[in-house]
């Protein structure tokens, strides 16, 4: 059974800073997808990853995965106010269904 | 349609109703999802259909909830009963069809609070 877990779960930060969101998963999947979700919103697709080695890049927002670790990372660099949001992961399963991260609730201060 | 559309945006039952939330996709997307999410929490998955077949219907909590598609399109996500722990925004979400890689796009959700 595929499990998705995402750290960290909250992260508070500066305008200006980097940081990474780690998305492990436990079983294999060729698929990853980032999403973004603001507050009393539905959610918003960032990144589809296809396939190991995948990286993609938007604004200050760049995603890639390493399927033979498991893992997926999204990276901010230079973080501004406007990414503040609740980012998602989602692995693909063997059935084509999508297993949700819990997501992490991300602030990043004026 | 230009996006997923759901109705109604909110709703706020009694204990015990049924409520019936609503969910257009975008045109021409075969595939179509429902998620729970309660307050600051994760989605939960609760049923897809590929064209007006379910064939997963594990995730649905209980069987108060149900869900039907017709023509390809519309889908209605059905709850008996409802009991306070319903209260949450059911998400709908659509895509090209279930195959791999394609991008799933949500609607804005349908809150429900039951009193």
């Known amino acids: 059974e595929l499990k998705v877990e995402q750290n960290p779960l909250f992260l508070s930060m500066q305008e200006g800073k980097n940081y990474t969101i780690y998305c492990n998963y436990s079983?294999?999947?060729?698929?990853l997808y980032w999403y973004r979700q603001d507050p009393g919103k539905s959610l918003e697709s960032l990144f589809v990853?296809?396939?190991n080695g995948a990286v993609k890049q938007e604004g200050r927002l760049m995603a890639s995965l390493d399927t033979k670790a498991r893992l997926s990372t999204l990276h901010i660099t230079a973080a501004v106010h406007d990414l503040s949001a609740t980012y998602f992961c989602?692995?693909?399963?063997?059935?084509?269904?999508?297993?949700w991260g819990a997501g992490t609730k991300l602030i990043i201060k004026p | 349609g230009a996006g997923v559309s759901q109705s109604p945006s909110n709703k706020v039952t009694e204990k015990g109703k049924d409520v019936e939330l609503r969910c257009d996709p975008i045109?021409?997307?075969?595939?179509l999802y429902w998620y729970r999410q309660r307050l600051g929490q994760g989605l939960e998955f609760l049923i897809y259909?590929?064209?007006?077949?379910?064939?997963?219907k594990s995730g649905l909590p209980s069987d108060r909830f149900s869900a039907e598609r017709t023509g390809e399109s519309v889908s209605t996500l059905t709850i008996q009963r409802t009991q306070q722990e319903d209260s949450a925004v059911y998400l709908c979400?659509?895509?090209?069809?279930?195959?791999?890689?394609?991008?799933?796009?949500f609607g804005e959700g349908s809150w429900l609070t039951v009193v």
């Open positions: 990853l296809l396939s």
């Open positions: 259909f590929q064209g007006n077949s379910a064939p997963d």
């Open positions: 989602a692995a693909e399963d063997s059935n084509y269904q999508l297993i």
């Open positions: 079983t294999t999947s060729d698929r």
């Open positions: 045109s021409g997307h075969t595939a």
């Open positions: 979400a659509s895509s090209l069809d279930t195959t791999s890689g394609n991008t799933i796009y």
